[in-house]
């Protein structure tokens, strides 16, 4: 490996297998994914550093055509994904979920997949729950169904469940065989985002797994699709080369969903998104709730509407001098 600017030698490292896929995962590390395991390789450790082994690939992932890898925010997960075409000339795909911690590897089927780290449920002390979301299709379902799954990484708080939200995959009629091929997590409003072959766009509320939004964006097949680190959205390019951003607007997010007569439930799902992730759009049932705990003496319950509300809304001089 070279450094273009400063003309010298970074690393060179010798593997006993050919590298089949490769990618970043962090400024300085990179991940080699080999034809019988993964490899992780630190350009800091000196001129003649040796790649550190993660994990074997499955057996089943022998066959595969790699198409994505990645690791969490801690590198205590990482997840491996091919495809492979059956007899009837499906295409299917293998997931590869491993724990780096425990040595321990879950074979999935699925297309596309992603970790997040986001608050998604509302018990006390649980802040925000680490998950990998993933978009499953069994290759014994004849009827081609497919699902978003969110399940939990992390160890929940004593006596709580792990958390898990699924729903199937509504797909567009226009697109038949459409599958997902990107997927991401927007920690900074509980969203997943999943982009399909066909060109449609998918956004889904991860702890309902509830469809958002879904749009084509593109005729072309998205090539290449990464993290709009300043916003939290995607870009994309084309097969066409064109270039595409895809952005959550923050301002309008929480009226929409609460107006989305498709959405179950929808004003608690938008509730509980401006008080998850402080998004304005919900005032009024904020105001609402805190006057009426106030109004019945229940000092708790105004004291967490006011926690909860978003900005400055409640947490103010005037709620202090409620309370006084």
Sequence with gaps: MLDLAAAAKLVTTTLNEKVVFWRWISSTKLALVGTAAVYHLDITAGATASAVKIFDRLPQMASCQIMSYDVDAGEKWCYLI???????????????????????????????????????????????????????????????????????????????????SQTEIQLAQDAPGDFPIYAQASNKYGMLFIITKAGYFYMYEVSRAALVYRQRVTQELAVCCVRNTSTDGIIYINKAGQVGAINIDENNLVSYVMNAQHIPDQRNVAFKLASRFKLPGADDIFLQQFNMALASSDFAGAARAARDAPNDLLRNQETINKFK
Excluded: W
């Design 82 to 164: 091919g495809l492979y075409s059956d007899a009837n000339r499906n295409i299917l795909s293998h997931i590869q979920l491993y724990s780096i911690e425990r040595s321990m590897a879950m074979p999935l089927e699925g297309y596309a997949a992603c970790f997040a780290e986001m608050p998604v449920t509302d018990v006390a002390g649980a802040g925000k729950t680490q998950l990998f979301c993933f978009c499953e299709r069994k290759a014994a379902d004849s009827t081609g169904s497919q699902r978003i799954i969110c399940t939990e990484i992390s160890t929940p708080p004593a006596g709580q469940p792990k958390f898990k």
